[in-house]
């Protein structure tokens, strides 16, 4: 997904001059394919992701389109305040971009195990919340969030994650995005875990449909609605905390949805996330995706 | 039991951490290098501790702030006891709590870190509360250079000798490199020394891989007046190990069976 990233960015760069990539002192040998053509739109702040946050917002106040990146909580948890009062606030066109989203680093430990940004930035007014599934859907993202001026959260995974969709899979901004049609149960996935949902459903051959949500915030409620009128249950998935969530997104926005009489049952819902605990040890993102529950 | 020769435990050290990176493909040997002196000195000569009670009251105290290069800190608590290899050898595999950024499950270790910019705060806390009880035991924390381009640092190194926490020692791995370049050209530190004296911090430089040198600085006798301690460790990035030295790239790659080779034995011509 970071490659598809970052060679979007590369892009919609050559044509668009606003676009301004600041990185925390990482990215080698991903960014440099950026550096190196746009020397003026790049810089590496060093390690100080808060720092970078502000500085984003100065130069979106004089027009640019900047993209900010590094791991999992460091543009993120550790920036909580600049992104909620400097960027959002002030609707500074910013793009948070972080790599290594939920168990992506693995064996890295709890300092980069990326599990509660999702409803941590949820809560924060004008801000898009958005967390891609394959390399397709991170690059077609990317490219939108080139084009639009809103605050906006990008949660990627690592390199070399396997495409799920078909190549010429189209989606537009907001989409709920159809992988399978299926009979009773819907699975709802967000980020990388479409992976998994689409192996498991096909091998055990379930009748679940399955649908890829990479639109956490703003979410799509009409889309929800017939989702939600074709099915009796539904099961979200997301390598994220079981509070404030997507899970919680989705329970809310069904809830909504009823009482605005748009849909007249709940479905019944199931939500597959991580338990309210810190998984501190090693292990590989299957590995902890399993202790940790991630199981349909 | 203490080890009495810190050369001697430096040389298992940085055996044992270039060991674990081959063996585990884990990053940052490098950074680990570049502080396995340092650490070697503490644990041989420095720090009391107790591998038996690791929460032993009376301790130093040593936080581990730079927790990417965890290798150098794992491979020096089991050199000295307080697990042994088979434990060790389980680093980052599925379920172990050795995780490949420092982890405070591990026995001796006092904080988890990882997240660059957190411990200094943590030791001023520590340090705060080891006066306000008036106990004996130091706090020893250990930061990289590139870790001081947080702000959260420097907000610790205003807080210390405002509060005359002269039980603390910082300790600078100046190695001249961090993630992405080198700190000159991402963002300069220079001049280093002064900064700290104007922040009102005892300042000493040394040689951060010669082991008298490293001893005199970190001493506790010779703290006196009301400063807390910084040393500025001038260190080599990779050090030992002549195709790593002063390399970027072995902040990221883990040596193959024959650069592993190479590296213990050039460690081992080291006396
Ligand atoms: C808050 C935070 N931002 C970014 C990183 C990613 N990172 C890991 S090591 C490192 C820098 C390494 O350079 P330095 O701090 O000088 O350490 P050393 O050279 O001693 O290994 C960075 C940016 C991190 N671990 N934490």
Redo the contacts with the bound molecule.
Sequence with gaps: MRTAFIKQLVEAAKTNNKIFLLV???GYSVVELFAQQFPDRFLNVG?A?QNMTGIAVGLAMEGYNVFTY??GN?PTL?CMEQIRYDMCYHNANVKVVAVGGGYAYGALGT??HTTEELGMLRTIPNLNVLAPADPLEAQIITKMLCNNNEPSYLRLGKAGEPMVHSKDKTFSWGNIIEVFQGKGTAVLSTGSMLKYASDYIQKEKKEYGLYSVPFIKPLNLVDLATIASKYTSIITIEEHQRSGGFGSAILEGLHDLLEQEKIATLPKIKRLAIPDRFIGVAGTQDYLRKIAGLQL | MLPSNSKVLAQKVKKCLLTLAHHHNAS?V???L??ADVLSVLYSRILKYDTSHPKWEERDRLLYS????CTALYAVLKEVGFYTDAALQTFTQNGSLFTS?VNHKVAGVELST????HALSVACGMALAGKRKKTDWHVYTIV????LN?GSNWEAILFAPHHELNNMTLIV?F?K????GT?KEVLDLDPLKDKFNSFGWDTIEIDGHNHSEIYEALRKDTIHGSKPRVVIAHTV?GKGVDFMENQLAW?YKSPNKEQLESAIGQINQQK
């Design positions: 925390g002192d990482l390690i992701e590094s791991i460091f550790r300092s980069h | 940052h490098g950074g680990a570049s502080i730079k927790g990417h290069a950024h990882g997240s660059l910019g990289s250079d590139g870790e947080e791995d190695n490199i961090q993630s992405f700190i990035k902040h």
